[in-house]
């Protein structure tokens, strides 16, 4: 199982992880991708989940998607399909 960390992945000096993994989400419109994560991480009954979503309200995370969408970079409407 993978876990999903506050971090970046990016970030050299990570933290441990703090939730499950909740999955992949894909899509050729990076503003819908994203809602679609930070909207699964909100719904998430995950006790770790509150970690990622306190760090999610410090970056301005829920107000950057509706003004990426604004200056047309995508839209923050979208549709879940699950493969298996």
């Known amino acids: 199982m993978n876990f999903s960390s506050v971090d970046c992945d990016c970030d050299a000096h990570q933290t441990d992880p703090v ?3 909740l999955g992949i989400v894909a899509s050729t419109d990076p ?3 994203d809602q679609a994560f930070v909207d699964m991480i909100y719904a998430s009954k995950d006790p770790g989940a509150k970690k990622l979503q306190e760090r ?4 301005m995370g829920r ?3 509706p003004y990426a969408e604004s200056i047309g970079l995508g839209t923050t409407k979208y549709e879940l399909i699950e493969l298996d």
């Open 31 to 33: 503003v819908a991708n």
């Open 19 to 21: 939730m499950a993994d």
């Open 56 to 59: 999610i309200d410090r970056q």
């Open 63 to 65: 107000h950057i998607l």
